[in-house]
């Protein structure tokens, strides 16, 4: 836990430039803006936005963010040094990034003598004349630097006189932050530690004047560092690849090792296997090693935060993700379940409340009685274990997975059944049946598919049809036409996700299916199941259900209404 002594923390997030360079992510200016704004709200104090220049949609995000600034946040434009045996002054892309009207840029510049001699193919000492020239160059025109010294553990492993050199280059020109840029993602944790505490100790001894790192003669920049109260100089930070698995533990211990500012994106976005994931690193840093990042309130935004992200990138969220999936804090074991009731610290590492979290007790056949009571009590509804409807649920739920149900992923359907055997379930309506109709025809890319379906609401017999691009959409359609005159929040909800198992496949197209259908009303987003050798049924009995809880979350939300006035 943070207090007020707590040693600060800045955390530089780059989900708007280095995220979207994950393969499948693509995202548009307004989606950038909307993003943009959450991390804003999460108390994030830099965020990357973008390379100027590099293509029209970044010109036009910098753009929009002059008319109406964030709130907090620092935006910061990405650039790389210039070319070489160029001017920056003369260098077209450093113009853009002026335009962009920022007042911090990020620098990116070789570290690596392999990257300059056969990357760039220039020499080394034209490399740093790069940094320097660039660096001053946007010092002059009033800018505030941070310096991405990319591939930096490879290049001081592999020549670390030179890669300090760099280092030199920047703060002399006037870089308020040098960033070590782990950017292959290969190097381990005790390496990360090593290396930082060199460059801090070394960095600091020149700063200071009481060393001179013993790299030859230094040629003096125009623009010496301007000493900032907020950022004593040099101040270092760390970016960490995950091709090895070790993005987050690399930061963390680089923090360790004397890191002030962490780069990261949400969710771990980016190249390649992702960068460091700041939903994981901001609760470790603030929750267990006692920095502050950003405030308590700020922090139980997280899980939202990171949910809202990959719903703007149309990424499905990774329910297993530590701190903020949905899966974080979920417990199946009756062991487990019987345990965490108790005392939830027999098997939770922090509160998931602290993240915007919570607990969830998964149903399945290796449930327990405590299980079932447990998930009932999270849905309001109270059961008495000494009393036969809590055992008759826990039976039927373990025939049902015998079956093919699964009810860990389909909590909705599991409600559904909860309140049938407790004799509660309301009828909304009733399918009294369907047809479905496929026309495939030869030389046409698509098929169109027809659905017929006959219900009865209150007693009345209503028969509908409706097309579709294929036999679930269009019964999924049809099912709406018929019921939305009597429901008209139905045109609310959305068929949002679909999943389709086969469960014994050594049966070939005789196989029993499990379909999983998950729906939403723009608010809540809920599962439900379906099971059968006819994958139309079980994606008939998943579709049904999905409106049958949508109608029944309404209700409830109408009663909860209704009391409160």
Same mark, same amino acid.
């Given at each position: 836990?943070?207090?007020?002594?707590?040693?600060?923390?800045?955390?530089?997030?780059?989900?708007?430039?280095?995220? *979207?360079?994950?393969?499948?992510?693509?995202?548009?200016?307004?989606?950038?803006?909307?993003?943009?704004?959450?991390?804003?709200?999460?108390?994030?104090?830099?965020?990357?936005?973008?390379?100027?220049?590099?293509?029209?949609?970044?010109?036009?995000?910098?753009?929009?963010?002059?008319?109406?600034?964030?709130?907090?946040?620092?935006?910061?434009?990405?650039?790389?040094?210039?070319?070489?045996?160029? *001017?920056?002054?003369?260098?077209?892309?450093?113009?853009?990034?002026?335009?962009?009207?920022?007042?911090?840029?990020?620098?990116?510049?070789?570290?690596?003598?392999? /990257?300059?001699?056969?990357?760039?193919?220039?020499?080394?000492?034209?490399?740093?004349?790069?940094?320097?020239?660039?660096?001053?160059?946007?010092?002059?025109?009033?800018?505030?630097?941070?310096?991405?010294?990319?591939?930096?553990?490879?290049?001081? %492993?592999?020549?670390?006189?030179?890669?300090?050199?760099?280092?030199?280059?920047?703060?002399?020109?006037?870089?308020?932050? #040098?960033?070590?840029?782990?950017?292959?993602?290969?190097? #381990?944790?005790?390496?990360?530690?090593?290396?930082?505490?060199?460059?801090?100790?070394?960095?600091?001894?020149?700063?200071?004047?009481?060393?001179?790192?013993?790299?030859?003669?230094? %040629?003096?920049?125009?623009?010496?560092?301007?000493?900032?109260?907020?950022?004593?100089?040099?101040?270092?930070?760390?970016?960490?690849?995950?091709?090895?698995?070790?993005?987050?533990?690399?930061?963390?211990?680089?923090?360790?090792?004397?890191?002030?500012?962490?780069?990261?994106?949400? +969710?771990?976005?980016?190249?390649?296997?992702?960068?460091?994931?700041?939903?994981?690193?901001?609760?470790?840093?603030?929750?267990?090693?006692?920095?502050?990042?950003?405030?308590?309130?700020?922090?139980?935004?997280?899980?939202?935060?990171?949910?809202?992200?990959?719903?703007?990138?149309?990424?499905?969220?990774?329910? /297993?993700?530590?701190?903020?999936?949905?899966?974080?804090?979920?417990?199946?074991?009756?062991?487990?379940?019987?345990?965490?009731?108790?005392?939830?610290?027999?098997?939770?590492?922090?509160?998931?409340?602290?993240?915007?979290?919570?607990?969830?007790?998964?149903?399945?056949?290796?449930?327990?009685?405590?299980?079932?009571?447990?998930?009932?009590?999270?849905?309001?509804?109270?059961?008495?274990?000494?009393?036969?409807?809590?055992?008759?649920?826990?039976?039927?739920?373990?025939?049902?997975?015998?079956?093919?149900?699964?009810?860990?992923?389909?909590?909705?359907?599991?409600?559904? #059944?909860?309140?049938?055997?407790?004799?509660?379930?309301?009828?909304?309506?009733?399918?009294?049946?369907?047809?479905?109709?496929?026309?495939?025809?030869?030389?046409?890319?698509?098929?169109?598919?027809?659905?017929?379906? %006959?219900?009865?609401?209150?007693?009345?017999?209503?028969?509908?049809?409706?097309?579709?691009?294929?036999?679930?959409?269009?019964?999924?359609?049809?099912?709406?036409?018929?019921?939305?005159?009597?429901?008209?929040?139905?045109?609310?909800?959305?068929?949002?996700?679909?999943?389709?198992?086969?469960?014994?496949?050594?049966?070939?197209?005789?196989?029993?299916?499990?379909?999983?259908?998950?729906?939403? +009303?723009?608010?809540?987003?809920?599962?439900?199941?379906?099971?059968?050798?006819?994958?139309?049924?079980?994606?008939?009995?998943?579709?049904?259900?999905?409106?049958?809880?949508?109608?029944?979350?309404?209700?409830?939300?109408?009663?909860?209404?209704?009391?409160?006035?």
């Amino acid at each position: 836990m943070t207090t007020n002594s707590s040693p600060q923390l800045w955390l530089y997030d780059t989900t708007l430039r280095d995220g *979207t360079q994950r393969e499948g992510l693509s995202v548009s200016i307004e989606d950038k803006l909307r993003i943009a704004r959450r991390l804003d709200q999460l108390g994030i104090p830099f965020i990357e936005g973008g390379w100027p220049g590099a293509n029209p949609k970044d010109v036009q995000f910098f753009w929009q963010l002059q008319e109406d600034p964030l709130k907090q946040a620092e935006i910061v434009a990405f650039c790389s040094t210039r070319r070489p045996n160029s *001017t920056a002054a003369t260098e077209p892309m450093l113009q853009d990034i002026l335009a962009a009207g920022t007042r911090w840029v990020t620098i990116f510049g070789k570290s690596w003598d392999l /990257h300059v001699t056969t990357g760039l193919k220039t020499t080394l000492e034209e490399n740093l004349a790069m940094i320097r020239d660039t660096i001053e160059y946007l010092r002059s025109q009033g800018r505030r630097i941070i310096y991405d010294a990319e591939h930096w553990f490879d290049g001081y %492993k592999h020549n670390r006189d030179y890669a300090l050199q760099t280092l030199e280059a920047a703060i002399a020109s006037g870089a308020e932050w #040098l960033v070590l840029c782990d950017t292959n993602g290969g190097t #381990l944790p005790h390496e990360i530690s090593q290396i930082v505490q060199d460059v801090v100790k070394v960095t600091g001894d020149w700063v200071s004047g009481t060393g001179d790192w013993g790299l030859g003669t230094r %040629k003096e920049s125009s623009q010496s560092p301007i000493p900032n109260p907020q950022f004593p100089m040099p101040q270092i930070g760390i970016h960490t690849h995950n091709d090895s698995e070790m993005a987050v533990a690399n930061a963390i211990a680089a923090v360790m090792a004397g890191a002030k500012m962490v780069q990261g994106t949400i +969710n771990g976005y980016g190249e390649r296997c992702g960068n460091a994931n700041l939903c994981s690193l901001i609760p470790n840093l603030q929750l267990k090693a006692g920095y502050s990042c950003i405030t308590e309130d700020q922090l139980t935004q997280l899980t939202e935060a990171s949910r809202f992200v990959s719903e703007v990138v149309n990424l499905a969220p990774d329910e /297993h993700a530590p701190f903020v999936g949905r899966s974080a804090f979920a417990h199946k074991g009756g062991i487990h379940v019987s345990a965490v009731e108790r005392n939830p610290l027999t098997y939770e590492h922090i509160q998931p409340e602290q993240v915007g979290n919570h607990r969830r007790i998964v149903i399945s056949e290796q449930s327990g009685l405590s299980n079932v009571l447990a998930k009932a009590r999270s849905f309001g509804i109270e059961l008495d274990q000494q009393k036969a409807e809590a055992r008759e649920i826990l039976q039927r739920l373990k025939d049902l997975e015998s079956e093919g149900f699964q009810f860990e992923a389909a909590e909705a359907s599991f409600v559904l #059944l909860m309140h049938e055997a407790l004799g509660g379930r309301q009828k909304f309506f009733e399918v009294k049946g369907f047809q479905v109709h496929c026309d495939l025809i030869e030389g046409k890319e698509t098929s169109n598919a027809l659905a017929t379906v %006959k219900i009865a609401v209150d007693g009345k017999n209503i028969l509908e049809a409706a097309e579709g691009n294929g036999p679930v959409a269009a019964l999924d359609a049809a099912l709406r036409k018929a019921l939305v005159n009597f429901f008209p929040q139905i045109a609310t909800f959305d068929l949002t996700d679909y999943k389709v198992r086969i469960l014994n496949g050594h049966t070939g197209t005789a196989a029993k299916t499990r379909v999983l259908v998950e729906s939403g +009303n723009g608010r809540q987003r809920w599962t439900t199941v379906g099971v059968s050798t006819n994958i139309l049924e079980a994606s008939y009995q998943a579709v049904v259900e999905g409106l049958e809880y949508g109608l029944l979350l309404h209700s409830q939300a109408e009663a909860a209404l209704k009391a409160s006035t």
